[in-house]
């Protein structure tokens, strides 16, 4: 009963393949969101989700290309991987609560090593 | 400027310290605003939201001065488990999902 899932948990790939990085949540939440935390440990967001549509793209490289099937699903394909592509990508989906707030839950992460 | 930054770490504390994390964030159009606490090699998980009147949960209080565009967080009788990383998040978006901006995190270490 994961509350928001990524799969895979680990990702070890070439420079130039293409891969990609599936998120599920079920917790019936609207926006779904991706992540990147590099090796400094920054946590930055590349996109959201709301009802399947595009609302955030923070100047993220085109090789990198959301799809959102429906609400509880939101994947990552990345193509053409270069060695700075390596980081951990997490997934969070999240609810509007009190007052407007939104609490965001994030996923396991996805470790992504490209060599 | 980063939009958001946290006091640099570590914070190397013994059992039972007081320990208090301070933050800024740059853009006064921010609507909400958080502290998340990552484990090791885990995801970010709310610890608790911050607002203005601050809001006490258990051994953390956490402040917010919009004016100064500051937030806090306070551990008091910290334990063993309170080593991690905290982070400082600020939401600049109030509809159809946020934005959360991260700072740069601060690590705590616990120590009998």
């Known amino acids: 009963d994961t509350a928001v899932s990524q799969t895979p948990k680990y990702l070890v790939t070439q420079m130039g393949n293409d891969k990609s990085i599936k998120c599920e949540q079920n917790?019936?939440?609207?926006?779904m969101y991706w992540y990147k935390q590099d090796s400094k440990k920054f946590l930055k967001i590349m996109f959201s989700?709301?009802?399947?549509?595009?609302?955030i793209n923070e100047t993220v490289p085109n090789r990198f290309s959301p799809k959102s099937p429906d609400k509880a699903h939101l994947n990552l394909h990345i193509n053409s991987l270069e060695l700075g592509d390596s980081a951990v990508y997490f997934c969070?989906?999240?609810?509007?609560?009190?007052?407007?707030?939104?609490?965001?839950?994030f996923g396991p992460g996805t470790r992504l090593l490209v060599l | 400027r980063k939009e958001v930054e946290q006091d640099p770490g570590p914070f190397n504390v013994p059992e039972g310290a007081t320990v208090a994390f301070n933050c800024t964030y740059s853009?006064?159009?921010?609507?909400?605003f958080f502290w998340y606490r990552q484990d090791c090699r885990k995801e970010p998980k709310l610890l608790m939201s911050v607002y203005s009147s601050g809001n006490e949960d258990g051994r953390f209080t956490a402040q917010l001065n919009r004016a100064s565009q500051y937030i806090s967080l306070l551990i008091r009788d910290s334990k063993l488990s309170d080593s991690a990383t905290y982070l400082c998040?600020?939401?600049?978006?109030?509809?159809?999902?946020?934005?959360?901006?991260f700072g740069q995190g601060t690590e705590l270490s616990v120590k009998p």
């Open positions: 917790l019936g939440h609207d926006t």
């Open positions: 969070a989906s999240s609810r509007v609560g009190l007052a407007g707030v939104e609490t965001q839950y």
């Open positions: 998040v600020v939401n600049m978006l109030r509809n159809q999902g946020g934005k959360l901006i």
């Open positions: 853009n006064s159009a921010s609507q909400s």
């Open positions: 989700y709301n009802n399947k549509e595009l609302i």
